[in-house]
Every structure is written in structure tokens, then in C-alpha cells.
């Protein structure tokens, strides 16, 4: 059975940077694409940024395009995403996820001064 982990996650200051990382075990990881979404406290989850099997093509939301980037080592079967110019709305947990197959845990990003 497949499995996603999640780690990265931390306080940070407005302005920061983080680097959100996603393991994957348990299926073929390189056929799927993978999407990080996040859940904002008291709010509903969010598609944050998705990217394709083969890692060449990736979709972001208007909230963090051009601030967060997602990329996959398929050999490593990880998942990450790259969150630069971090601003307070952007605490929340992220998870990774193979869509309609498996999600993470979650990792929790808390921007605060």
C-alpha cells in the first residue's frame, strides 16, 4: 500500500523560505502525477501547486505562482515544494497527495513574525 510523508515544515519569518519535502514508498511513484494542497486553520483545503509524472510541466495556484516551486526526484520518489517570499496567509498544514490514490500526513507551516 502507498505511502506519503511529509516533512520541511516550520516557523518562519515573513519573507522566508522553507522547502517542503514528500516521500514516497509502496507504489510506482514515477507514473503518478503529484499535487501539494493545503489547509489554512478554520478554512477548507486548497490546491496549492500540481506537477506531472515525468516532472516537466507544473501548475500553481494565483495565490503562490511565482513564489513557491514544486519539483520531483524520481529516482529519490520525493516530492518537493519550494516556498520563498512567505507571507502570514500562507500558515497553514500542507499535504501531498497522488490524486484519488494517496495522501500525506501533513506538514505544518506557521509564518509569523
Known amino acids: 500500500e502507498g505511502h506519503l510523508l511529509e516533512s520541511g515544515g516550520g516557523l518562519v519569518q515573513p519573507g522566508g523560505s522553507l522547502r517542503l519535502s514528500c516521500a514516497a514508498s509502496?507504489?510506482?511513484?514515477?507514473?503518478?502525477?503529484m499535487n501539494w494542497v493545503r489547509q489554512a486553520p478554520g478554512k477548507g483545503l486548497e490546491w496549492v501547486s500540481d506537477i506531472n509524472s515525468e516532472g516537466n510541466n507544473a501548475y500553481y495556484a494565483d495565490s503562490v505562482k511565482g513564489r513557491f516551486t514544486i519539483s520531483r526526484d524520481n529516482a529519490q520518489n520525493t516530492l518537493y515544494l519550494q516556498l520563498n517570499s512567505l507571507k502570514i496567509e500562507d500558515t497553514a498544514i500542507y499535504y501531498c497527495a497522488a490524486p484519488g490514490s494517496y495522501w500525506g500526513q501533513g506538514t505544518q507551516v506557521t509564518v509569523s513574525s
Open positions: 509502496g507504489f510506482t511513484f514515477s507514473r503518478y502525477p
